[in-house]
């Protein structure tokens, strides 16, 4: 079994990638670089494992840290770091996962491409002493726990522990809507100091390799050190990225309205743009539900979830966070059709809940990307 370590000389290779294809969130990589940095100086190793080696009976769960990204903007992220050296909510949730299954993990993939929820997660496997999946559930980030490929293939998401911020302990065993475990998680963690951590899908490591979305760590690594490469060159590190995973340009612009809520443990925006350059005739509008969810172009449908819409900065090519736009800041958008796997889970009657533009305040069907350009 070749496990392979991530280093000092990943780390901003690694964000870089992960803030892209956090389509707006994930968690900001400033905390997922405090994160890995205290755990080196605190001697944890980080170790990933691709999910073609793992042993079919092996057990393998998923999780994350559950919040708004506007509550976790909020919080003082030192103060954080040192609660979580004896309180760390997503090792409570991994314990009460193992006693709820009778059995040891051997293995933990992440829910998401994220700034903080892939680091959280290397920091956990390097904390309890095992290799994370080389992969994720969705090959970039998503507001909803059951927006996943492991629910199109037959994996169930329960039982999830869930563990807010005060210490409060729920355990959902079973569910008969696909949404009620998250809607449930928001309720605690909203009530429970806006921060929370669970535990869920735990499945063999037979069943990983059919759904998972693969090598997705390693990608960003990849995929993050050319842009980085591309700045430090002098190219233009957008379209370096765009050419490498054969994106669309969708636009260019600059935001001219936004509207922003914060709700339910979610952070709502809607955003109009006007065009600049190539696209100075034109506007834009965007939804956004932590992530980016859906775009319209002149008043023409150009991407819906789970198809990536990647925000990027035109200058530098770094991932937009959606706290950080403002009126009158210039972005790209670069869209990315997303995984065949979890094309196959909109196909399954609970990915059809899962997924449905509802989830997002919208009454649009998903059209694939390529159909729509």
């Given at each position: ?7 000092r ?5 690694l ?5 892209i294809?956090?389509?707006?969130g ?5 905390w997922?670089?405090?994160i890995?940095?205290n755990?080196?100086k605190?001697?944890?190793e980080?170790?990933?494992i691709?999910p ?8 393998v ?13 909020n919080?003082?992220?030192d ?7 004896d ?9 009460e996962?193992?006693?709820?299954l ?27 002493g ?10 970039r980030?998503?507001p909803?726990t ?9 994996i ?5 522990p869930?563990?807010?911020?005060d210490?409060n ?20 963690i909203?009530r ?9 899908y735990?499945?063999s490591g037979g069943?990983?390799?059919?759904s ?9 690594i ?11 060159n ?7 990225f765009?050419k490498?995973?054969?994106g ?12 922003e809520?914060?709700a ?6 809607k ?8 696209d ?13 969810m ?14 990536l819409?990647c925000?990027l900065d035109p ?18 958008l670069?869209a990315?059709?997303?995984h065949?796997?979890l094309?196959e ?8 809940i899962?997924?449905?533009?509802k989830?997002?305040?919208q ?11």
């Amino acid at each position: 079994m070749a496990l392979k370590k991530i280093n000092r000389e990943d780390l901003e290779p690694l964000l870089e990638g992960l803030a892209i294809f956090g389509t707006g969130g994930g968690g900001s990589p400033d905390w997922g670089r405090e994160i890995i940095l205290n755990d080196f100086k605190r001697g944890r190793e980080y170790t990933i494992i691709d999910p073609d080696e793992i042993e079919d009976d092996a057990v393998v769960v998923s999780g994350g840290i559950m919040g708004s990204v506007k509550t976790l903007d909020n919080m003082n992220f030192d103060e954080l770091l040192e609660y979580w050296e004896d309180n760390f909510e997503l090792e409570v949730a991994f314990r009460e996962m193992e006693r709820e299954l009778g059995k040891k993990i051997d293995y933990f993939v992440p829910f998401e491409m994220g700034g903080l929820n892939t680091p959280v997660i290397l920091s956990l496997g390097a904390r309890v002493g095992i290799p994370v999946i080389d992969g994720d559930a969705l090959g970039r980030a998503a507001p909803e726990t059951q927006m996943t490929s492991f629910i199109g293939h037959g994996i169930s998401l329960t039982p999830m522990p869930l563990i807010d911020h005060d210490g409060n302990v729920v355990i959902v065993r079973k569910a008969i809507n696909p949404v009620y475990p998250d809607q449930i998680g928001r309720f605690i963690i909203t009530r429970g100091g806006g921060l929370g951590a669970n535990n869920h899908y735990p499945m063999s490591g037979g069943q990983l390799k059919n759904s998972v979305i693969p090598n997705t760590i390693s990608r960003a690594i990849e995929i993050g050190r050319s842009v980085i490469n591309a700045r430090n060159n002098g190219e233009d590190p957008v379209q370096v990225f765009r050419k490498i995973v054969s994106g669309i340009n969708i636009f260019n612009g600059k935001v001219k309205e936004i509207s922003e809520e914060e709700a339910e443990g979610f952070y709502f925006i809607k955003i109009k743009l006007s065009g600049l350059e190539k696209d100075n005739n034109s506007s834009c509008e965007l939804i956004i539900k932590n992530e980016t969810m859906a775009c319209w172009k002149n008043g023409e449908l150009q991407i819906v979830f789970p198809d990536l819409l990647c925000m990027l900065d035109p200058k530098t090519g770094r991932g937009i966070m959606s706290i950080e736009l403002k009126e009158n800041l210039e972005l790209k958008l670069v869209a990315i059709p997303c995984h065949e796997r979890l094309r196959e889970a909109l196909k399954h009657a609970d990915g059809k809940i899962a997924f449905s533009s509802k989830r997002y305040g919208q009454n649009i069907k998903y059209v694939p990307l390529e159909e729509l350009h």
